[in-house]
T-cell receptor, first 115, second 114 residues
Framework: NAGVTQTPKFQVLKTGQSMTLQCAQDMNHEYMSWYRQDPGMGLRLIHYSVGAGITDQGEVPNGYNVSRSTTEDFPLRLLSAAPSQTSVYFC??????????????FGQGTRLTVV | AQTVTQSQPEMSVQEAETVTLSCTYDTSESNYYLFWYKQPPSRQMILVIRQEAYKQQNATENRFSVNFQKAAKSFSLKISDSQLGDTAMYFCAFRAFGNEKLTFGTGTRLTIIP
């Protein structure tokens, strides 16, 4: 039972480069989301999806794109990396339909540094 | 919009002692859920305990318990008989009923001293 798998765990990018953070879950969860964690600011929602083909913006969406072509995968794309995107990124999933008090499962995080 | 406030950026306590982490929140929702997550140095987010707002009884999970005061919008976490493995960052989080979005506090870094 893998749960939520994020890759890579660490990444260094140069300003202006693009990259995709991968997230996959094997629990058949409908809801998936991306958060970024910065010191003193907790976790903030970037984008989320309530099912395949449906995505929406969270609190801090600028500079990031997402898509949801399958239930299992929810990649996060940085089109042109900026130093302000240096952060730890978490993917999470939960079962939107199973009931209200559902637990969110988190990946192990990606530490991204933009130089 | 919801806000979650954790006013203690850092705390430390001796092993085997009891420690309480505070959390307050602001919302206009009447039905919601509150969570405490633990993030050890491994970075993994681990659910410690959850509370449904419509339940008056405070949730407990082994050494972890909460003091939920709905009128005061307060949701503190008590760790009894603290252990070295409790050293971690702790986040309080809010989720409205019917919505999967989580709103997090800024976290409290807890250190258990041997």
């Amino acid at each position: 039972n893998a749960g939520v798998t994020q890759t890579p765990k660490f990444q260094v990018l140069k300003t202006g480069q693009s990259m995709t953070l991968q997230c996959a879950q094997d629990m058949n969860h409908e809801y998936m989301s991306w958060y970024r964690q910065d010191p003193g600011m907790g976790l903030r929602l970037i984008h989320y999806s309530v099912g395949a083909g449906i995505t929406d913006q969270g609190e801090v969406p600028n500079g990031y794109n997402v898509s949801r072509s399958t239930t299992e995968d929810f990649p996060l794309r940085l089109l042109s990396a900026a130093p302000s995107q240096t952060s730890v990124y978490f993917c999470a999933s939960s079962n939107h339909r199973q009931g209200s008090n559902t637990e969110a499962f988190f990946g192990q995080g990606t530490r991204l540094t933009v130089v | 919009a919801q806000t979650v406030t954790q006013s203690q950026p850092e705390m430390s306590v001796q092993e085997a002692e009891t420690v309480t982490l505070s959390c307050t929140y602001d919302t206009s929702e009447s039905n919601y859920y509150l969570f405490w997550y633990k993030q050890p140095p491994s970075r993994q987010m681990i659910l410690v305990i959850r509370q449904e707002a419509y339940k008056q009884q405070n949730a407990t999970e082994n050494r972890f318990s909460v003091n939920f005061q709905k009128a005061a919008k307060s949701f503190s976490l008590k760790i009894s008989d603290s252990q070295l493995g409790d050293t971690a960052m702790y986040f309080c989080a809010f989720r409205a009923f019917g919505n999967e979005k989580l709103t997090f506090g800024t976290g409290t870094r807890l250190t258990i001293i041997p």
